[in-house]
Antibody
Framework: QVHLQESGPGLVKPSQALSLTCTVS??????????WTWVRQPPGKGLELIGF???????YYNPSLASRVSIPVDMSRNQFSLRLTSVTAADTGVYFC?????????????WGQGIPVTVSS | DIQLTQPPPSLSASVGDTVIISCRAS??????LNWYQQKPGKAPHLLIY???TLQSGVSSRFSGSGSGTDFTLTISSLQPEDYATYYC?????????FGPGTTVDIK
């Protein structure tokens, strides 16, 4: 059973960078079959894909966030991370890491529990 | 980006009812449509993928149908644990957008 766990600070000041890490257990992130993704959810609102990485280090970022986001991967630690720069209050929400299958109909089958992040001075 | 709509935003139903939740895409997405259940304070949980394939371990009370632009999630014999928000998601083209969700609450 794959398990994902987010970690990082729950409070970030405006204009600073948000950095989170997702630790994966029960499966390797170095295989070709999955995307490793970040999804966020503002308070009381719906879900938004931030972006994803996969085994060869390639990445995809949502165009709405692409200028501020990076998703590096650390194969040796079976972790991937999220870095979001120049944050504002609009970046407040719960951040989930999740695994998605890489096939004809990709689907997000395992999720972390989510980590709440507040942007405030 | 492909937009997904899920009217209505909420609906009320009783235990034992059959509930049908709709999702419409702004352009054809063939059958690249997933359904998730989310309860307050929890992560989304995959129910259905590829429009109609039941995820392993999910109750057979859940079923999905549709193709192209119109999709439905059906919950047969609604149970107390089914009160939640349901999101559709398209995986036809990035950025793999989600619908706004439909909340099923107690009638």
């Amino acid at each position: 059973q794959v398990h994902l766990q987010e970690s990082g600070p729950g409070l970030v000041k405006p204009s600073q960078a948000l950095s989170l890490t997702c630790t994966v257990s029960g499966g390797s992130i170095s295989g070709p079959d999955f995307y490793w993704t970040w999804v966020r959810q503002p308070p009381g609102k719906g879900l938004e894909l931030i972006g994803f990485t996969y085994y060869n280090g390639n990445t995809y970022y949502n165009p709405s966030l692409a200028s501020r986001v990076s998703i590096p991967v650390d194969m040796s630690r079976n972790q991937f991370s999220l870095r979001l720069t120049s944050v504002t209050a609009a970046d407040t929400g719960v951040y989930f890491c999740a695994r998605a299958t890489r096939d004809f109909s990709s689907h997000w089958d395992f999720w972390g529990q989510g980590i709440p992040v507040t942007v405030s001075s | 980006d492909i937009q997904l709509t899920q009217p209505p935003p909420s609906l009320s139903a009783s235990v034992g009812d059959t509930v049908i939740i709709s999702c419409r895409a702004s352009q054809t997405i063939t059958t690249s449509l997933n359904w998730y259940q989310q309860k307050p304070g929890k992560a989304p949980h995959l129910l259905i993928y590829a429009a109609s394939t039941l995820q392993s371990g999910v109750s057979s009370r859940f079923s999905g149908s549709g193709s192209g632009t119109d999709f439905t999630l059906t919950i047969s014999s609604l149970q107390p644990e089914d009160y939640a928000t349901y999101y559709c998601q398209q995986s036809y083209s990035a950025p793999f957008t989600f619908g706004p969700g439909t909340t099923v609450d107690i009638k």
